[in-house]
């Protein structure tokens, strides 16, 4: 007889999972739908045992004390065979607990609900999220290395399009003007040079002039960006004085620029922000120091045996410690342990990935790349 | 998109955008949180602290970019892990409220923690599933009676039946099939939650 598939999986294999008459080892695992339809064939099982009549509502009464995390992992198949034998055994029959599980069944469907949006989005909004100076990182010898990075253009098949559209709107009479039109002919040069540096006839050095272009394009946008700030404070500010009851609001990430960074609270030793060189390139340096907001984080680290990024955190003002987390988009995170002395490590992953120091108020994000084999 | 049904890892995924301040993982997670901390909620408080206990455990959950939920460390499942932070959160708000003032002879009676509502619905599940059960074949019928009713195992069925075990799976699995449907066409409009469990082509 060939399979009933109905749904996207195999029902008589899912039947025959629950009922132990396959051995999950020689099937593989199920995918998410097919663990849904393993916890709803379970779930009628049970029913199934329900006594008829009016001993169906009362039966089990007081006699359930299972805990709901474990009818939790009953229902998403993580309890051990022996564990889910001995459990289904003990609720076979138990209105009470069946009907426990049924409900929490239930609660595992997602619903788009606006209700529960509100809290969230509160908090959301009462949390400035800020991104520090972005930051290139290379292991030499036993030591990581730090410099600052230079905002640079990402290449992308709608880049183009969408810096247009910016653009379009930045060069409106109400703001952006000359800065518009410089950087809509940077744009222009910049999508040529890109189709130019992908043909095989192209010159030598174009792959370093499209850099050039795209680090300068990178600064005109973030002075246009500076420019939309100022004029979105200004008219937020001319309705505040104008208009009654506005809801509070914020932007939702800002970009606080390297050069406005404040003074070190490290020993005058340590380096600072370092200048650029000649080539128009930070210097590499094996401590550095990041301002964000309220704190002003020193990092330094080892690449032996694995890369260990570790971060020191002083306190500008009389605020609260933050929580470090690192970000691998993408992949994950890894919570650091901030001890006492303001001092934490954790593993630096190859590419790109982002230091969080969180805290009530606000999240900064500072944006790491560990160079590969450089 | 994750599932809650799906592996923990897709969490981890979601939760990385989320501490990015990435604004619709947000939403997708508030989605999947939403009906477990209702349910949490509703299964541990009162009727008139509900709204309010259910607010406190988002705010618990969101505060600080989301800290108390990059402590979950990928072991268990991470709705798992949201059910027993709610639950105490919960549970640490209701020991802090102060006792009730009133004299005891005019409090009200202890809710009886058996639940009648939900004694009600299983009641009238049973019978909904004793009639649909009474509309399907009689192989059906025998088949269901003997897994379910007597709990024999496929093999035991099949020597009953004389019959193998390639036959017992998918006979049951299109008995099922059937009665869940049957449950599913009559009884659609008083299955309330129960429902989710004989819909699912819905």
């Known amino acids: ?374 | 998109m994750p599932d809650p049904f799906d592996n923990p890892e897709e969490y981890r995924l979601l939760l990385t955008s989320v501490l990015k301040g990435d604004w619709s993982a947000e939403r997708t997670l508030v989605d999947h949180l939403g009906p477990i901390i209702r349910h949490v909620v509703h299964q541990h408080a009162p009727p008139r602290l509900w709204e309010d206990l259910t607010q406190d455990v988002w705010t618990h959950l969101w505060a600080r970019n989301c800290r108390v939920l990059q402590r979950w460390t990928g072991e268990g499942p991470f709705l798992g892990f949201v059910w027993v932070v709610a639950r105490n959160k919960v549970w640490d708000k209701l020991a802090a409220l102060p006792p009730p003032a009133a004299p005891i002879e005019d409090a009200p009676d202890i809710a009886d923690p058996d639940d009648p509502e939900l004694n009600v619905e299983m009641m009238q599940l049973a019978e909904c599933i004793r009639r649909a059960k009474a509309r399907l074949s009689p192989t059906h019928q025998e088949i269901i009676h003997l897994r379910h009713d007597l709990d024999l195992s496929h093999q035991e069925i099949a020597e009953k039946l004389s019959r193998t075990t390639g036959y017992v799976g998918p006979t049951l699995a299109r008995a099922e099939d059937k009665l869940r449907e049957r449950v599913w066409e009559t009884c659609r409009d008083h299955l309330g939650t129960f429902g989710i469990t004989f819909g699912r082509d819905e």
Not at chain 1, 101 to 123: F, I, S
């Open chain 1, 1 to 374: 007889m060939g399979k009933n598939i109905k749904n996207g999986f195999d029902e008589v294999e899912i039947i025959q999972r629950r009922d132990g008459a396959v051995d999950a080892k020689f099937v593989g695992p199920l995918n998410a739908r097919g663990r849904r339809a393993l916890a709803d064939a379970r779930l009628l099982a049970l029913a199934l045992t329900l006594p008829a009549g009016q001993n169906a509502g009362t039966a089990g009464r007081g006699g359930d004390d299972t805990d709901e995390t474990e009818l939790l992992a009953y229902l998403l198949d993580e309890l051990s065979d022996a564990r889910r034998n001995e459990l289904e055994h003990s609720i076979r029959g138990n209105a009470r607990a069946i009907g426990r599980l049924m409900k929490l069944r239930t609660a595992l469907n997602p619903v788009a609900d606006k209700r529960g949006l509100h809290r969230p989005e509160l908090a959301a909004r009462n949390i400035l999220r800020r991104t520090g100076q972005a930051l290139e990182v290379r292991e030499v010898g036993k030591k990581l290395e730090f410099r600052e990075r230079h905002p640079q253009l990402r290449p992308g098949p709608k880049t183009g399009a969408m810096l247009n559209d910016l653009l379009d709107r930045a060069s409106t009479p109400i703001f952006g003007g000359d800065l518009g039109q410089e950087a809509r002919g940077m744009l222009a040069r910049w999508e040529v040079l890109t189709r130019t540096a992908k043909q095989p006839q192209a010159y030598d050095g174009v792959d370093s002039e499209l850099q050039q272009l795209g680090r300068r394009l990178a600064d005109v946008l973030l002075e246009l960006e500076e420019a939309s700030n100022q004029l979105a404070r200004t008219i937020r500010r001319t309705i505040f004085d104008t208009v009654d009851a506005v809801p509070p609001r914020d932007l939702p990430i800002r970009t606080a620029g390297a050069s406005k960074a404040g003074a070190s609270v490290f020993p005058a030793k340590l380096p600072g922000l370092s200048e650029p060189t000649e080539d128009g390139l930070p210097v590499w340096s094996d401590t550095k120091e990041v301002q964000a907001g309220a704190w002003s984080l020193l990092l330094e680290g080892s690449g032996v045996p694995s890369p260990i990024l570790s971060v020191t955190i002083r306190r500008l003002d009389q605020n609260e410690m933050p929580d470090l987390t690192l970000v691998q988009p993408n992949r994950g995170f890894e919570t650091a342990n901030v001890s006492s002395a303001g001092t934490a490590s954790v593993r630096l992953p190859v590419g790109d990935s982002m230091l969080l120091a969180q805290g009530e108020k606000e999240v900064w994000q500072i944006p790491l790349i560990l160079l590969w084999g450089k």
